[in-house]
């Protein structure tokens, strides 16, 4: 097969989006840069469809991003005009501040301000001269992340370009102010938006202690979304700086938050990170909490009183036994499932536990399933429960009870197995499946002597 006739497959692979063709087409020698019957790269297809698979696979096989096209764009520039963050990142490629002339970086950066500053239905109206009114759906952008999908007479765009020009930015080292930045990840108040969680990781990526002075500022910031996002930030920089240094100063700034905060949500993310460091007046800021209203806080009180290396005080366990009866579902779980080795308190968890199976919600009688297999408690009551739960409609609860019975060599556990039904491919390095593996095992084997 000659080469024109791979380029002809890779055409029409990228059309059908099979990323997975276009990287064995071009392992076989297909041309990055084959162009589609109007004379445009490949790329700029995968760019067009959002393809952010295709798009990725092509710049990883050659394609050429700053080619140069018959109306003075590149592939890159579409792609940061498209406004697919994702997109964007997979076309941006290696070094482009010094693969780029300042002009081509000047020019990328004021095309993405521009649809930033001006909005992208403005800009839409701009182009298109449409004066009805714009259509906007929420589409996924990547992985994780959310964006507006614009649309206006002929054209639409995705709106991500406030994240585009946050990139462009960190690309060119161009060190944007903080403040400027944050009210950028903000604009939308969602974590998951492509502005917010961008802004998160570049800032986090910032390693400056003039950087995280002037994020973590913003925890006294009137408008909530400010703070939400510093809670975001110091998550995201944990996946790049465990030094001692800032681990303390973090601890010490969140154990003064957790004393400060007045939002009920906001103090209850602020505990959920407070609690994956460690200081030593932990325990002091659960009991504080341990009777807020809002129960979005209690749940995370128990793992504020359950610290691995510190003994628990008898003023901790009893705020754990009352949490233990609360009457929100997932703080009664929490309070079980974080006292779980506490010898002491195993009868009152295995109380609460068996009350959460018969929860009228699906949702916390799986959880207290799954915390029942595992305890150590090994009595009737608990194998008991166990067995009840294996007329559920939900295969994994039946799959959670049927583990349980297992660990425990129960002799229900052959007719467990059996009601648990077939378990698909995705099961096949599940901790559950395989104890229940190990058990007909060992029955067949001692069958067999």
């Not at 949490?323 to 968890?349: G, H, N, Q």
Request: glycine share 6%; hydrophobic share 40%; charged share 30%.
């Amino acid at each position: 097969m000659g080469e024109t006739e791979f380029d002809s497959l890779l055409r029409s692979a990228v059309r059908a989006g099979d990323a997975e063709a276009v990287r064995d087409l071009l392992e076989r020698g297909a041309d990055p840069d084959a162009v589609d019957a109007e004379g445009l790269p490949v790329l700029c297809v995968a760019v067009a469809a959002c393809d952010e698979a295709v798009a990725e696979a092509l710049v990883e096989g050659g394609a050429d991003v700053d080619r140069v096209l018959p109306d003075g764009t590149t592939p890159l520039w579409r792609a940061v005009d498209g406004g697919s963050s994702a997109v964007f990142l997979a076309v941006l490629g290696n070094e482009p501040r010094l693969r780029l002339s300042e002009t081509a970086r000047e020019r990328l950066l004021a095309l993405a301000r521009d649809w930033y500053e001006t909005g992208a239905v403005e800009v839409l109206r701009r182009r298109t001269g449409a004066s009805g009114p714009a259509t906007t759906v929420r589409v996924q952008d990547g992985e994780y992340d959310w964006v507006e999908l614009v649309s206006l007479g002929d054209l639409n765009v995705r709106a991500g370009h406030g994240a585009i020009l946050t990139s462009l930015e960190w690309a060119f080292r161009i060190l944007t102010p903080v403040d400027e930045l944050i009210a950028r990840g903000v604009d939308r108040y969602d974590e998951d938006h492509v502005n917010w969680s961008t802004v998160c990781w570049i800032l986090s990526q910032r390693r400056s202690f003039e950087t995280w002075s002037a994020v973590v500022a913003h925890r006294h910031h009137r408008d909530v979304a400010h703070r939400r996002f510093v809670v975001d930030y110091l998550r995201a920089r944990g996946f790049f700086d465990s030094s001692p240094y800032y681990g303390k100063k973090e601890s010490e700034l969140l154990a003064a938050w957790a004393a400060e905060e007045t939002d009920g949500e906001m103090l209850a993310k602020v505990l959920d990170a407070f609690t994956g460091h460690e200081h030593p007046g932990q325990e002091a800021i659960g009991l504080r909490h341990c009777d807020h209203p809002d129960p979005r806080v209690r749940r995370e009180v128990p793992y504020a009183l359950s610290t691995d290396d510190v003994p628990r005080s008898p003023a901790a366990r009893a705020a754990l036994l009352t949490l233990m009866r609360d009457p929100d579902a997932e703080v009664r779980l929490r309070a079980c499932t974080a006292s779980m080795r506490d010898d002491d308190l195993l009868p009152e968890i295995t109380r609460a536990l068996l009350l959460l199976t018969e929860d009228a919600d699906a949702d916390p009688r799986a959880a207290a399933a799954a915390a029942l297999a595992s305890s150590r408690d090994r009595t009737p009551a608990v194998a008991d429960a166990l067995a009840v739960l294996l007329d559920e409609d939900d295969q994994i609860l039946r799959l959670e009870a049927a583990y349980g019975l297992a660990l425990r060599d129960d002799p229900r556990t052959a007719e467990a197995i059996e009601r648990v039904g077939p378990l698909g491919d995705d099961f096949e390095h599940d901790h559950r499946a395989y104890e229940l593996g190990r058990w007909r095992w060992r029955k067949e084997k001692a069958a067999a002597e």
